[in-house]
């Protein structure tokens, strides 16, 4: 293996590492963020996650506007896309996050600290997203993004603002900082917030990691002769590609994202172990497990229909203010709400 896809796959397990530990010490994740908000009216978890995201726009945009990474070679800001698959991606993707109770990084996390439920999340979801990239759910999706991608000139917020005549550098340094500054007042605007120094240093981390994933993979792993995929924080596909690696590995190359996906697992244990929270814990019914496999399905499908989940779009897509990652993100949102309040609102486990 070449130097620098040994250093791609080494930072990769460094930064899972130590989004690990962040997620297990911090609670860092969507769905826990939407139900406080909603449900709770507990808002400083999305507060949180709203800070993440500004600060991984700001550092990525960054990075792309000194030429450190071109963040037009993600899978984000392709020219042909498909809006109606990425929306509808998300809606899978979010009502199953709620009914698994957190999304594939969260169950890795939990999976650290010892809840067997997250081991059967993980291979379903695992299971679910290899049937949609490659087995017998593809032909099906690729099918519905053939009937319904269309291919645009203006892709992303800087495009969109440098149609009216902006140069690129300024719509790209306006776009980013409009986003973030928006999210920094909403995430700052909460007293409670405020007052919570490991949630705000949580946020300022998890987004750093999302602008060192892009630095990695984007610039100190490039390498004409053996290129590296320019990637960040996601977790759909990597843990299908984790789960077939542990498989079938001869023949098969380790990546960033496997390594991401070990390194997430790893970090969270150790610091269970380190804090006194591992606890071994499983589920409470037949019925618990068939609602949490079922949402773990639906985030293996909807995720690879998404291009990402909370964190793949959520996160690392909207860090390069790609039009499509805000598609996708609108989906998971609404699906989300969906299954935290209204009509198809998931009942708590004490009625499962």
């Not at 109606?84 to 009502?95: A, K, M, N, R």
């Not at 081991?119 to 695992?126: N, S």
């Not at 603002?161 to 300024?170: D, Y």
């Not at 959520?314 to 009509?343: D, Q, Y």
Request: proline share 3%.
């Amino acid at each position: 293996m070449e130097a620098s896809a040994q250093f791609v796959i080494l930072a990769g397990l460094a930064i899972g590492l130590v989004y690990g530990a962040i997620g297990l010490l911090s609670g860092f994740c969507l769905m826990s963020s939407m139900r406080g908000w909603l449900a709770d009216g507990d808002g400083r978890l999305v507060r949180t996650y709203a800070l993440a995201i500004a600060v991984a726009i700001a550092a990525s945009q960054i990075l792309a506007g000194n030429g450190m990474v071109d963040l037009g070679k993600t899978i984000y800001l392709q020219q042909t896309f498909s809006v109606p698959v990425l929306f509808l991606g998300g809606l899978l993707f979010g009502y199953g996050m709620v009914l698994s109770n957190g999304c594939g990084s969260r169950a890795l996390v939990l999976l650290g600290r010892g809840n067997l439920r997250s081991f059967v999340v993980v291979l379903v979801l695992a299971t679910a997203a290899q049937m949609t990239l490659k087995g017998l759910i593809a032909p099906a999706r690729i099918a519905l993004v053939q009937a319904s991608q269309t291919t645009v000139s203006i892709n992303s917020l800087p495009s969109l603002l440098a149609a009216f005549g902006l140069a690129e550098p300024l719509s790209r340094a306006l776009a980013a900082a409009v986003v973030a500054a928006a999210l920094v007042l909403f995430a700052l605007a909460h007293p409670g917030f405020r007052r919570s120094p490991g949630q705000i240093a949580a946020g300022v981390i998890v987004g750093l990691l999302v602008a060192s994933g892009w630095f990695v993979t984007g610039y100190l792993g490039a390498d004409d002769f053996n290129p590296v995929a320019v990637t960040s924080l996601t977790f759909v596909a990597p843990i299908a590609d984790s789960l077939q690696y542990a498989m079938l590995s001869t023949g098969l190359t380790l990546n960033f994202g496997i390594a991401t996906v070990a390194g997430v697992f790893a970090g969270s244990l150790a610091t269970a172990l380190a804090t006194g929270r591992f606890k071994l814990e499983g589920y409470s019914s037949p019925r618990h497990m068939l609602r949490s496999a079922g949402g773990a399905a639906l985030m293996g499908i909807g995720g690879v229909m998404a291009f990402g989940c909370s964190i793949g779009q959520g996160l690392t897509g909207i860090s390069t203010l790609a039009l499509g990652s805000f598609v996708a993100v609108a989906g998971i949102l609404l699906g989300t709400t969906a299954g935290l309040r209204g009509a198809l609102r998931v009942q708590p486990l004490a009625a499962a």
